[in-house]
C-alpha cells in the first residue's frame, strides 16, 4: 500500500503544479516502504523544485534526511544554505529543528526554532491562534525548552495565552454543535470495523466491499455540502448504545439514534474536508486524492 501511494504521488507530481509537496509527501511513503534509495530521490528532487514558498520544503526534508543517514557534513551543508537563504515555508523550519533532534543536536534545534519563530511571529503581542503562521514553530519551541530544562520566556507565555485562547474558542464550537441537532450526521465504518461488521452481521451490508461503502458515503455527503459531520462507527460501541438503550441492534432506526448520539458528544469530524485535508475515509491520504478524487464517488 506504502508503494502504491508513494507511485501514485510521484505520478500526481507532475501535473498537479504541487510538485514539491507531492514528492516531499511521496518519500514518507518510501520510507515506510523500507525503499530509502526511492526516498532519497523522491526529497532530493523536491529539493531541486523547492522555491521556499511550498506547504512543505523540499530543501528541509532532504537536508533532514542527510542528517539522520549518517551523511551528517553533507545535511549540514544544506542546512547552512537554506538558513543562509531563509525560506516563506514554515513547515522548513520544523522539519530542520526535527533532523537535528533525531540525531541529539538539541542546541542547533534549538536554533532553528528560535529563527522560524522569529520570522513567522515577529509580534509578541499579537494574538495568535491553532492554524496561525507561527503557532506550530511555537509549540515545538515550547515543548523543546521544556525538555531542556529551560524557563518559561515571552514567546513561551504567548503560546500559553493563545492556546488558553483557542481552547475557549473551542469550546464555544463544541457548544454550538451540541445545540445544532438538525445537522445530519453520517454513519461510516473504517476499514477495519467494517471488516468486522461484514463478519458478524453479514446481513446488514450483503456482498458490499469497503471501497462500494466509502463511495456510498461519499456520495451521501455531497447532498449536503456544508451542513453534515462524519461519525467513524466502531461496531462494539454500537452494540453497548442498543442495550443501554433497549433497542434491537438489527434496527436502521437503532443506527441512526447512535450516530447521532455520538455526533451530538462531538464523536464526529465536520463536512467537508479541504482538497489538502486528511481523507475523511481516515486513509491519510489527501482528500483531493482519495475519497474526492475526481470520479471516485
Not at 526529497?43 to 528541509?60: F, I, Q, T, Y
Not at 450516530?259 to 464523536?267: D, K, W
Request: hydrophobic share 40%; with cysteine; proline share 5%.
Amino acid at each position: 500500500m506504502h508503494v502504491e501511494y508513494a507511485e501514485a504521488l510521484e505520478a500526481d507530481a507532475e501535473i498537479s503544479g504541487q510538485r514539491c509537496d507531492d514528492l516531499v509527501e511521496a518519500s514518507g511513503y518510501w520510507h515506510f516502504a523500507d525503499e530509502h534509495g526511492r526516498e532519497e530521490r523522491a526529497l532530493a528532487a523536491a529539493a531541486e523544485v523547492d522555491d521556499g514558498r511550498s506547504v512543505l520544503s523540499g530543501r528541509a526534508a532532504y537536508a533532514s534526511f542527510l542528517l539522520t543517514h549518517g551523511r551528517r557534513e553533507e545535511g549540514e551543508r544544506a542546512m547552512a544554505q537554506l538558513m543562509h537563504e531563509g525560506s516563506e515555508c514554515e513547515w522548513a523550519y520544523g522539519e530542520a529543528a526535527a533532523g537535528y533532534q533525531a540525531i541529539g543536536a538539541h542546541q542547533e534545534a534549538l536554533r532553528w526554532l528560535n529563527i522560524g519563530v522569529q520570522r513567522f511571529v515577529p509580534d509578541l503581542g499579537a494574538e495568535v491562534e491553532v492554524g496561525d503562521p507561527g503557532f506550530e514553530l511555537l509549540r515545538e519551541r515550547a515543548d523543546l525548552r521544556h525538555r531542556l530544562g529551560l524557563p518559561a520566556d515571552q514567546y513561551d507565555e504567548l503560546l500559553t495565552r493563545s492556546e488558553e485562547r483557542s481552547h475557549e474558542v473551542f469550546s464555544q464550537i463544541e457548544e454550538i454543535g451540541r445545540q445544532q441537532h438538525a445537522i445530519p450526521a453520517v454513519l461510516y465504518w473504517p476499514e477495519a470495523e467494517f471488516a468486522e461488521v461484514q463478519r458478524r452481521h453479514p446481513d446488514w451490508n450483503p456482498g458490499l466491499a469497503h471501497v462500494e461503502h466509502r463511495r456510498f458515503i461519499q456520495r451521501t455527503l455531497t447532498d449536503h455540502p456544508t451542513s453534515a459531520v462524519i461519525v467513524a462507527g466502531a461496531l462494539d460501541d454500537l452494540v453497548a448504545f442498543a442495550e443501554s438503550r433497549e433497542l434491537p441492534l438489527d434496527d436502521p432506526a437503532t443506527h441512526a439514534e447512535y450516530t447521532s448520539e455520538a455526533a451530538r458528544l462531538g464523536q464526529a469530524a465536520p463536512w467537508p474536508p479541504e482538497r489538502n485535508d486528511a481523507c475523511w475515509c481516515g486513509s491519510e491520504r489527501k482528500y483531493k486524492k482519495c475519497c474526492g478524487a475526481p470520479g471516485f464517488a
